[in-house]
């Protein structure tokens, strides 16, 4: 399992999507492995045992944030992002800092129902092609007018169909059954009744379905969908795999991962700490903080799908801290971040292993999108030493956004090409980018700056 990864395994995969800040892989790899042996541990001592919250500190860009996705993903754990500033607006009028457990709760939930469908997916798939051939077979009839209550009171019986009917519908049945295992009938157009979702209300910035909040005491709308057979497939299959699952048992198993498995990233945490004058925006940013440490701490946060500790959570917090100190924030929050790693900035070399060793590099998802418009692109090693150094120089010159300058780049690159490609008529073609390329079409941002100029 997942989970049972060795913290070198666990940096071994991080590798594969994100180059260098082996500090803070290591940091990472740790806190996930310390789950494990936790859960291992005899469940009094279990109790006592926290995890250890983990604040990265680094530029933008350097790749704080993917380290915290890629590892939740990993081992299928609840992830959500945050940033700090979104609790700091003029008047307070943010969203309620407990927002941040009740939607993990919901990835959680998403999570698990998921992996829920996933297992029943085989018999959702046999009742959806059984619908089909039913639906085929035998349309949907139109409501007639009669009085519903005819049929209770006997006045009015519903029609029952003879048995050389019920043959011939069978016999046709099974012929469309056929049919659909072939894939004969895909484009096929079908009347499907499908259920209307009820509406829902924002609160708090939290958003509530009013079915819920009436108990489900209303009678559910259903409407008349027109469709093909590829698509109501899907529909049913769906619908089939909602009813199979055990909702009580995915809500159970959500709130458990939630609680044992959770990891929440604060990003922009720099950005709430104040310099202790006690006038201005600082007693705002101040009051953010002693907000955000009772969830940090560990505390009980109620949520629809019933209360949620958040003790055993895994903190994550990251922020440039170019104008504050980690000092400036209040000493309890700080007390709630042990681990502190330094993420460095990119430099040449990192920036020309971006662009080749991850499984996700620019110049491979460049190379998939205009292959669709019969585009192949091939960049050989000047052009890779060309792109790292512009990315360099445009960092030094003007902000510095580490690995997101090279989406900048990158479409400077390729704006012509990609605007003309697309055409029916076109021929494929290959397109070779070396060095001469790049300086060609890059703008002046990127080149280096002659400081000769600047010499008196």
């Given at each position: ?431 070779n980018i070396d060095a001469r390329y790049v300086n060609e079409h890059l703008k002046g941002e990127n080149k280096a700056v002659d400081m000769k100029k600047y010499i008196l």
């Open positions: 399992m997942s989970e049972q990864l060795t913290p070198r395994q666990i940096v071994h995969e991080l590798d594969r999507f994100i180059i260098g800040q082996n500090d803070a892989k290591k940091a990472v790899a740790i806190s996930l492995r310390n789950r494990y042996r936790r859960s291992k541990v005899e469940e009094k001592l279990r109790e006592e045992i926290i995890p250890k919250n983990i604040l990265m500190i680094g530029p933008t860009g350097v790749g704080k944030t993917e380290i915290a996705r890629r590892l939740a993903r990993l081992v299928s754990a609840p992830f959500i992002k945050v940033e700090a500033t979104k609790f700091t607006e003029v008047g307070y009028v943010g969203r309620d800092v407990e927002s941040i457990i009740r939607d993990l709760a919901e990835n959680a939930i998403r999570m698990v129902r998921k992996e829920h469908e996933e297992k029943v997916l085989p018999r959702a798939r046999v009742l959806a092609e059984e619908q089909l051939a039913e639906l085929i077979a035998h349309p949907i009839k139109k409501q007639s007018s009669a009085n519903p209550l005819d049929f209770l009171l006997g006045k009015q019986k519903e029609q029952q169909s003879s048995n050389e009917e019920i043959q011939m519908i069978a016999k046709k049945k099974e012929e469309i059954r056929q049919q659909l295992m072939r894939g004969e009938i895909e484009d096929y157009e079908l009347e499907l009744e499908v259920e209307e979702e009820a509406p829902t209300l924002e609160l708090g910035g939290s958003s509530i379905s009013l079915g819920d909040m009436m108990g489900n005491m209303m009678p559910k709308k259903t409407r008349i969908r027109h469709v093909k057979v590829k698509e109501a497939r899907k529909i049913l299959i769906d619908q089939e795999a909602a009813k199979l699952i055990d909702n009580d048992a995915v809500q159970e198993e959500a709130v458990t991962r939630a609680e044992q498995n959770g990891i929440v990233f604060i990003d922009e945490i720099d950005k709430i700490a104040g310099n202790k004058n006690g006038q201005g925006p600082d007693v705002s940013r101040e009051g953010v903080q002693r907000d955000i440490l009772p969830i940090v701490e560990g505390c009980t946060v109620n949520t629809k799908y019933g209360p949620i500790k958040t003790d055993y959570m895994l903190f994550i917090a990251a922020g440039a801290f170019h104008v504050s100190k980690v000092s400036d924030l209040i000493p309890e929050l700080q007390g709630r971040f042990p681990v502190r790693i330094q993420l460095q900035s990119l430099s040449k070399d990192d920036f020309k292993q971006i662009l080749t060793v991850p499984e996700n590099a620019l110049t491979k998802q460049y190379y998939a999108l205009l292959e669709v418009d019969k585009v192949l692109l091939h960049f050989d090693d000047s052009a890779i030493d060309a792109i790292a150094e512009a990315a360099c120089n445009a960092n030094e010159n003007a902000e510095d956004i580490g690995a997101r300058r090279l989406h900048a780049i990158f479409e400077q690159l390729l704006e012509d090409i990609s605007f003309n490609a697309g055409d029916s008529n076109m021929p494929p073609f290959e397109l």
